[in-house]
C-alpha cells in the first residue's frame, strides 16, 4: 500500500498527527493510497518552509526563476502519461482526457513563464511633463497558499503555479483528499530550490489551519461554495487576499437557427465529459422551441453513445469521485422526476462496482427544482424548452452562481444580448475555446477575484510607488 507524506522544505516529513485516511481508485472502490489526515502543526510546518525560502526565491533575478520554472515544465512534460494515471487512479478521470487536459496545464503554465518576462514588475509611470519621476514596483506578497479541487488537481495547480512563483512568491499547495496522488508526484517534479513549493496532505484538518494562518499573504481556493465562504472569512479576518472560483450552474442557450445535430453533439459533450465533473460543465439546457424536438432527439442519441467503462484508456464515461457525489447526482435526477421531469434515458445506478452513472437526459424540468438551482457534478442533461431567445437568458439568470456559459447562436441581436448573462466566461458557439489574453471573475456564489493574463500577475503582487522628487539623482 503506498504511504504518502508531506513534502516539506524539500524532502517527504511525517505528518505530526499518526491518524491516516484511505484514497479510494472510484473505479473499483479499493483504497489504493493512504495520506496523513493533517492537521494544524502540518499546515504550520509547510507554511515555515515557505516563509524561510521566500527572501532568496524573491531575491532571484527574474530570468532565473524562469529558468527554474521552464525545467520544471520540462520534466513535466516527460511525465504526462505518469500524472494522467495517477488522476485516473485517484478520481477516475479516462488517461486520454487526463493527458490532453495536463499538456493543456502545461502549456499554461509555459504562457504564463513567457508572459512574465513582459509584465511591468518595474514601471517608470511618470506622466509628460511631470517634475520629478514616478516607478511602480510589484513586489511578491510572500507566502500564498493554494487549494485546489479533486476533480482538476494537475490542471489546477498548473494553472494557478506560474504567475504565483514568476512574482516571486513561494507556496504551500493542499490538494484535496479525494484526489493527492498527482499532486504529490508534480510537487516532485518541481526542479526548484527548497521550500519554494511545499505540499500539505489531508482533510480539512489540514487545509482550515493553512487558510487561517497569520503568514499566509493569499489563498487561492478553487472548491464549494460552502468552503469558499469559510476561506473569505478566514482571510478577511487578516485583512488578506483570497482568489476563489467555487460552484457552477453553468446554462447552454441553444438558439433556433443552429446545426442541431452538431450542436447535440457539442452540449453533448460539454455535458457529459469527465462524467460531467467539469466547473464549467453544461448543467441546464435552454433550447428553443423551433429546434426543440430534434434537438432532444439529437441530444438522447448522442448520451446513449456515452457508455460506461473500467478501462482507463477508454474515453467513455468513467466513475464518479465517490459514492457521496454519486448520491447527489442520484438525489437530484430523482428528485426531479418525483416533481414532473421525464426521463429520457439513463437516471439510474449500475448494479457493478464503481460509483459509475450513466449519461442522463430529462426533460419538463422547471427552475425550482433541485437540478436546475444546485451544483449537481454529474453527466445529466436537464433540457428546458423556451419560446425565445430573450426567455433562455431570463431563465440562464435565475441560479446564483454565475461561472461560465454557452450560447449556440447566429443571429446577431441575439449575440449582441450575450453580456447580459451573469458569468465570468460566455462562451460563443464552441464550449471551453478561449484566448490567451482572457481575463474573467466568477459571478455570485461562484467566486471572486480577477484571473487570467495580467489580471493573474496584478493578484500575485503588491503595488508601491517610488515618488522622486526632481532634485534626486536617480541613477
Same mark, same amino acid.
Given at each position: ?197 511545499? $505540499? !500539505?496532505? #489531508? ?5 482550515? *489551519?493553512?487558510?487561517?494562518?497569520? %503568514?499566509?499573504? =493569499?489563498?487561492?481556493? @478553487? ?119 421525464? $426521463? !429520457?434515458? #439513463? ?5 457493478? *462496482?464503481?460509483?459509475?452513472?450513466? %449519461?442522463?437526459? =430529462?426533460?419538463?424540468? @422547471? ?109
Amino acid at each position: 500500500m503506498k504511504r504518502l507524506s508531506n513534502i516539506i522544505d524539500g524532502t517527504p516529513v511525517e505528518a505530526a498527527d499518526p491518524e491516516l485516511r484511505g484514497v479510494v481508485n472510484p473505479a473499483t472502490e479499493q483504497v489504493v493510497a493512504l495520506i496523513p489526515a493533517g492537521s494544524a502543526a502540518d499546515a504550520a510546518a509547510a507554511v515555515e518552509s515557505a516563509q524561510a525560502a521566500h527572501a532568496g526565491w524573491a531575491r532571484l533575478d527574474l530570468e532565473d526563476r524562469l529558468g527554474r520554472l521552464s525545467r520544471t515544465a520540462d520534466l513535466l512534460e516527460r511525465h504526462v502519461r505518469e500524472l494522467a494515471e495517477l488522476e485516473n487512479r485517484e478520481m477516475g478521470k479516462p488517461v486520454p482526457l487526463a493527458e490532453q487536459f495536463i499538456a493543456g496545464g502545461i502549456a499554461s503554465f509555459r504562457l504564463d513563464i513567457e508572459r512574465a518576462r513582459s509584465y511591468p514588475f518595474v514601471a517608470d509611470v511618470t506622466a509628460p511633463g511631470e517634475s520629478g519621476r514616478t516607478v511602480v514596483i510589484r513586489e511578491p506578497l510572500g507566502v500564498l497558499a493554494l487549494i485546489v479541487p479533486w476533480n482538476f488537481t494537475v490542471t489546477s495547480i498548473l494553472g494557478a503555479l506560474g504567475p504565483l512563483l514568476a512574482a516571486g512568491n513561494t507556496v504551500v499547495i493542499k490538494p484535496s483528499e479525494k484526489a493527492p496522488l498527482s499532486a504529490a508526484r508534480l510537487v516532485e517534479l518541481c526542479d526548484l530550490p527548497a521550500g519554494v513549493v511545499n $505540499l !500539505l496532505l #489531508g482533510d480539512a484538518r489540514a487545509g482550515k *489551519p493553512l487558510a487561517e494562518h497569520e %503568514a499566509v499573504k =493569499l489563498v487561492h481556493f @478553487t472548491g464549494s461554495v460552502e468552503a469558499g465562504r469559510s476561506v473569505a472569512v478566514a482571510a478577511a479576518k487578516r485583512l488578506q487576499r483570497t482568489i476563489l472560483e467555487l460552484g457552477g450552474n453553468d446554462p447552454v442557450l441553444v438558439d433556433a437557427d443552429v446545426d442541431v445535430a452538431a450542436t447535440a453533439k457539442a452540449v453533448a459533450t460539454s455535458t457529459f465529459l469527465n462524467s460531467g465533473q467539469i466547473c464549467t460543465s453544461s448543467e441546464r439546457i435552454y433550447v428553443h422551441r423551433a429546434v426543440a424536438d430534434e434537438f432532444i432527439a439529437a441530444l438522447v442519441a448522442e448520451a446513449e453513445g456515452w457508455t460506461m467503462s473500467d478501462d482507463p484508456y477508454s474515453p467513455g464515461l468513467g466513475p464518479l469521485v465517490d459514492d457521496a457525489q454519486r448520491r447527489i447526482v442520484h438525489d437530484h435526477v430523482h428528485e426531479a422526476v418525483d416533481r414532473g421531469a421525464t $426521463l !429520457l434515458c #439513463g437516471g439510474g445506478q449500475p448494479d457493478r *462496482p464503481g460509483y459509475f452513472y450513466p %449519461a442522463t437526459v =430529462l426533460t419538463e424540468v @422547471t427552475s425550482d427544482m433541485r437540478i436546475m438551482k444546485e451544483e449537481t457534478f454529474g453527466p445529466v442533461a436537464p433540457v428546458t424548452v423556451v419560446d425565445s431567445f430573450a426567455e433562455a437568458i431570463d431563465l440562464a439568470n435565475t441560479t446564483s452562481f454565475g461561472l461560465a456559459a454557452t450560447v449556440y447562436s447566429s443571429t446577431p441581436e441575439n449575440l449582441r444580448r450575450c453580456r447580459e448573462i451573469n458569468a465570468a466566461l460566455v462562451w460563443i458557439n464552441e464550449w471551453q475555446h478561449g484566448g490567451v489574453n482572457m481575463v474573467y471573475e466568477p459571478w455570485g456564489a461562484s467566486g471572486m477575484g480577477a484571473a487570467g493574463a495580467a489580471a493573474s500577475f496584478d493578484a500575485a503582487t503588491r503595488p508601491v510607488s517610488m515618488l522622486y522628487s526632481p532634485s534626486t539623482n536617480h541613477g
